[in-house]
């Protein structure tokens, strides 16, 4: 990495991401909405703002919703307790982890409860057993396949055409009168902030390749390392003194960078760290939750 490119920033980054097919299908996803009775919206727990599409709230205004802060045992508990306060003035909230299946059951029990002023309207017309009608919605890499394959206990059974349904769609079945209509992952036109972006560069979002690997690793490392440290120290065993003398340099973050390379063997011929290699090193470790379970978002 050159003295330049030490320097370098995402913060100055206006980044773009808006694929046409994206655009059909968020015009697809206003259609089905038509025909549905609940909304799961599905967030990533560690970045509950910033993995929540705005235009999911104003399209599903008039739907009752129920929103997952997926992937909770990436983040820090604390954190989650936090969140699930504050989304729950607006919807009932509830913390899954579709890996391990904890607060699955949760959701079923959730969508009944709240349809069931609905199905007793219903029952008073003579109409009995109504089948709900389930949509879910997130960005992508949020969880939702895993979570699908959850609630459906892996069978992701597609119980295929119903009267006044589009005869293309084909749902899943997860309850007993349940049916959930899956829909691919829709980021938004443009990111309101590049923190936003940078998040979701974080969590793999967005991929790697369309922004440079290191200068996604170096900025995450800015925020662990002002937030976090303990969990770098434990992590790449980093003595107090060593950070003591990262301090006293004038870019801080590269040296810390530079110092796991050598301790993780990132390095190439002549002695030189190798960037590239330290940056998948740090990225991975903080997806796979080797650096602890850690939260990038508080509520405000």
């Not at 990436?74 to 909230?93: C, H, M, Q, R």
């Not at 597609?158 to 997860?174: A, D, H, L």
């Not at 309101?192 to 390749?209: C, P, Q, R």
Request: proline share 3%; aromatic share 6%.
């Amino acid at each position: 990495m050159s003295s330049k490119e030490e320097q370098k920033s995402l913060s100055s980054t206006n980044i773009n991401w808006f694929p046409g097919h994206m655009a059909k299908t968020r015009r697809q996803i206003e259609e089905d909405l038509k025909i549905i009775d609940v909304v799961i919206e599905l967030l990533d727990a560690r970045i509950p703002n910033s993995s929540r599409n705005p235009d999911i709230k104003r399209i599903t205004r008039n739907k009752k919703r129920i929103i997952l802060l997926n992937k909770c045992d990436l983040a820090n508990e604390a954190s989650n307790n936090k969140w699930v306060n504050y989304f729950s003035k607006e919807a009932p909230t509830i913390l899954t982890d579709s890996n391990s299946g904890k607060g699955i059951e949760k959701v079923s029990k959730e969508i009944e409860n709240i349809m069931t002023e609905e199905i007793a309207k219903q029952a008073a017309r003579g109409r009995i057993n109504k089948t709900i009608r389930v949509m879910i919605l997130g960005i992508p890499n949020v969880g939702k396949s895993s979570f699908i394959n959850r609630i459906s206990k892996k069978n992701s059974t597609e119980v295929g055409n119903r009267p006044g349904i589009t005869r293309s769609k084909q749902w899943i079945r997860i309850g007993k009168n349940q049916e959930l209509l899956d829909t691919p992952g829709v980021l938004w036109p443009k990111f309101e902030s590049n923190e936003v972006a940078l998040n979701l560069a974080f969590t793999g979002t967005i991929k790697d390749d369309i922004l440079e690997r290191t200068e996604i690793a170096y900025e995450l490392l800015k925020v662990l390392y002002t937030k976090y440290k303990t969990n770098l120290q434990e992590r790449y065993k980093i003595t107090d003194e060593q950070f003591i003398e990262i301090n006293e340099k004038m870019n801080p973050i590269y040296e810390l960078m530079q110092l796991i390379a050598r301790k993780r063997g990132a390095i190439v011929s002549g002695g030189n760290t190798d960037d590239e290699k330290v940056a998948r090193i740090i990225l991975d470790d903080f997806r796979n939750c080797k650096i602890g379970k850690i939260s990038l978002e508080e509520p405000k």
